[in-house]
């Protein structure tokens, strides 16, 4: 029994143990954490990019036929509204687009046009 006797009882850790445990969970969490923001970051650039091509594509589309007219239309799982307001030789042009049913626009897009000929006020 003697032989055992030498070995001390330890309750707790010590300091420098701490240390190493903290710097060690807060390697997981900043890596954790740096996986999540890329995976959301992704997702979410993807879909604004897709939002400006189909915005881009219809004002070019728009412009190219020279007919200014509203509209609210869906393609797949987007919305894309169009919005004409004539002031007056010039049209303003808005190009809208939506994920879904989303309350907000994800991309914007406005132009204004000078109308040559004479426009009737909508």
């Not at 997702?43 to 881009?56: E, G």
């Not at 728009?62 to 049209?91: F, H, P």
């Not at 687009?97 to 991309?107: D, I």
């Amino acid at each position: 029994m003697k032989k055992f006797s030498l070995i001390q009882n330890e309750k707790g850790s010590t300091i420098l143990e701490n240390i190493v445990a903290f710097s060690i969970l807060t390697g997981v969490i900043i890596l954790l954490l740096g996986t999540t923001m890329k995976i959301i970051s992704k997702s979410n650039s993807t879909k604004i990019w897709q939002a400006a091509n189909l915005a881009q594509s219809e004002m070019e589309l728009l412009l190219s036929n020279k007919t200014y007219s509203d509209s609210l239309y869906q393609v797949e799982r987007w919305k894309i509204n169009r919005t004409i307001m004539y002031t007056g030789n010039k049209a303003n042009i808005k190009v809208q687009v939506y994920f879904k049913n989303e309350k907000y626009p994800l991309v914007e897009f406005n132009s204004v046009r000078l109308c040559l000929a004479k426009v009737d006020s909508q």
